[in-house]
């Protein structure tokens, strides 16, 4: 979604998606803490491989989705709804 559709959005609609975004942040932040608990594992045992470099594309996958969340926080930064 652009920013052209997000201005489009009512407050309230906006509001929403505030709260999904904050929520999907909170299950990346747990899903790339479990990932990097089977890396720091999987080095600890010395078996580097496909248990070490699974989780790191994982990881980069969900890392390189900003761009959304960025849009959707500059049109509420806009709105003076960020808080």
Do not use: C
């Amino acid at each position: 979604m652009d920013e052209q559709e997000l201005s489009r959005l009512s407050d309230d609609e906006f509001r929403a998606r505030r709260k999904e975004m904050k929520t999907a942040e909170i299950a990346h932040a747990v899903l790339i803490g479990f990932m990097v608990g089977i890396i720091v594992y999987s080095v600890a045992k010395n078996t580097w491989g496909l248990v070490t470099l699974i989780p790191l594309f994982f990881i980069f996958k969900v890392l390189h989705r900003p761009e959304r969340n960025r849009a959707l926080k500059k049109v509420l930064a806009e709105r003076g709804l960020d808080r």
